[in-house]
């Protein structure tokens, strides 16, 4: 690894969202559970060295070490990073955007991660600076559709509340052809490209996802934040809560597995 600059916290260098691992792991604690599925993409080798790129609580790291893997964690959020080590993981604290790694990885992971970088392209470069020669990069997150509904309810309910449409998000959601090209033009061969909806059940219901993945939007209403969950809550009742009053988050996932040239 290069040396770098010490310490780069904003995890996408676009927004204000901070990352609490304790309100992650009770809120949203689904994320590492689905990316269980997401391995058997990966397809981790005994004695490979693999970096988890965007690793969070490190939840998924350990499930990649369990299959005889060396593994190295990356994120940009120190409270993940804290909570990732404590754990007993080997983890960087660094800017996806801006990965310092050299020819040293079999394989670059990543889930639930890629859609807070909006510099994807660059995202992409330092995957493959960080990748040795035939290595593989495979992964999962926010397809083009993800979070549509709520992302037009908040819209709805900034204009209406006079609120700052820009604090949602923002996020990076390709559809496969976008993000085929850009692997592509980077050197990358597509061997595997799929994307699907997801509704997936929000244990904790909306609210508490929308306080953990939302909140800069929530925030800058001040005062009024409850009032403003509440409204977000009841406009998208309809769509995304059920008869029994089970929330789902109407999640739409690309996920992909390429190799270099
Ligand atoms: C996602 O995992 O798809 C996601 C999470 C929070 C906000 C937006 C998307």
Redesign the pocket.
Known sequence: MKPGPPEMLSGDGNSTQKWDSTSYQRDTGF?SVYGEDVLSWLEPQRGERILDLGCGDGVLTHKIIATGATVVGCDASQSFVDTARESGLQVDLMDGQALIYDGEFDAVFSN?AL?WMLKAEDVIDGVRRALKPEGRFAGEF?GFG??AAVSAAMRAIGRECNGDAALIGP?FFPTVEQYSQMLEMKGFIVEDITTFARPTPLPNGLISWLKV??KPFFDQFGDRADEIYAKTEDALRPSLCDHTGQWFAD?VRLRFRVKLA
């Open positions: 994320v639930a859609h926010g993800n979070v996020w993945m939302c999640y």
